[in-house]
């Protein structure tokens, strides 16, 4: 399934709450993919999933250096079952936003460790694609 439609899916919802580990995918400069594990958070109403890393992490500078318009994706599986967001990333450093995107991964997942260099990339999504029928 595809698009527009998945966003008000409530199975495709709840499948964004269970615990799962979820991959991000970044451009590097020479284009190629960087896919790496992560948490991640997806708040429908806003149309933002959401990653907390270290400001100094390969996937928060991916997206920095492809500036304005950066293109990331996450995705996350369980057998047959699957979820994508694609859509356009920032990193996003502010305090308040960051606090947010924890408190959203610690409901999800568990506390994260300290990190002062935390920042959040926020992926306002502009695609989405799955299928997370029952098994």
């Known amino acids: 399934m595809a698009d527009t439609h998945l966003r ?6 709840a499948f964004w709450e269970e615990r799962h580990v979820g ?7 020479d284009g190629t993919h960087h896919l790496v594990p992560v948490g991640v958070t997806y708040d429908s109403e806003a149309g933002v999933a959401r990653v907390i890393t270290s400001s100094t992490s ?7 250096d492809g500036g ?13 079952r ?15 936003a960051v606090a947010d995107a924890v408190e959203r991964y ?14 959040v990339i926020e992926i306002t999504v502009t695609k989405t694609m799955g299928n997370v029928k029952p098994r």
Do not use: C
Request: no cysteine; hydrophobic share 35%; net charge positive.
């Open 68 to 80: 304005p318009g950066a293109r990331a994706a996450v995705s996350q599986a369980d057998g047959a």
């Open 58 to 64: 390969k996937k928060a500078r991916n997206i920095i």
């Open 82 to 96: 699957w979820a994508t967001l694609e859509g356009i990333a920032v990193v996003n450093d502010d305090p308040a």
């Open 106 to 119: 610690t409901k999800r997942y568990h506390p994260p460790r300290a990190n002062p260099k935390r920042v």
């Open 23 to 29: 991959f991000l995918s970044t451009s590097r400069r």
């Open 8 to 13: 008000s899916d409530p199975a495709y919802l």
